[in-house]
C-alpha cells in the first residue's frame, strides 16, 4: 500500500479509536539492499543457509506460526559471528548466543537454534545490506 493499511475489525483489539498502536511494515527490495522473505525449520542436523543476494548486516527474524519473540543480529555490535542479538519486543534485553552467523550473500541460521530451526516451524526474515539500504 502507499498510504493507508486496515488490520482487523472494530473491537478485535485493532483500529479501535483514542488507542496507540505500533505498526511495522517491510518491503521486499533486494536491489535497495533489503530482503524480507521467509523458510520453514529443518528436519535434519544440518545448519539453514539463507541467500540474500548481497552482503548482509542487519537481521531481523521472528517465528509466524505460534508465539515467540522478534530478534535482531547485526554485524555492527559484533563480528560476522553475531554472538550476541536484540529482542526489541521485550525491555532492556540482549542476550549472547551464536544462533545466526552472517557470510558471503546470506546468513546461517545454525542447527539446534531453538524457534528458528525446528522442523515444520514457519520463520519470517527481514534483512538489510551491510552499507545500509538505498533509497528505491
Known amino acids: 500500500t ?15 479509536l483514542n488507542q496507540k498502536y505500533v505498526a511495522y511494515l517491510f518491503a521486499d527490495n533486494p536491489d ?5 522473505d521467509g523458510y520453514d525449520g529443518s528436519s535434519t542436523s544440518a545448519d539453514i543457509t539463507i541467500d540474500c543476494g548481497f552482503e548482509v ?30 529482542y526489541p519486543d521485550l525491555p532492556n534485553k540482549e542476550s549472547n548466543n551464536s544462533y545466526v552467523t552472517f557470510a558471503g550473500n546470506g546468513f546461517t541460521v545454525k542447527y539446534g537454534s531453538g524457534d528458528y530451526y525446528l522442523y515444520k516451524r514457519n520463520i519470517w526474515f527481514c534483512t538489510v545490506h551491510s552499507n545500509g539500504w538505498k533509497s528505491p
Not at 58 to 86: E, F, M, N, P, Q
Open 32 to 36: 535497495a539492499g533489503i530482503k524480507c
Open 57 to 86: 548486516g542487519w537481521v531481523l527474524i521472528k517465528r509466524t506460526d505460534s508465539g515467540g519473540d522478534w530478534t535482531i543480529y547485526d554485524i555492527k555490535r559484533d563480528s560476522k559471528t553475531s554472538t550476541s542479538s536484540l
Open 2 to 16: 502507499t498510504s493507508d493499511f486496515y488490520v482487523g475489525a472494530k473491537g478485535e483489539n485493532v483500529n479501535d
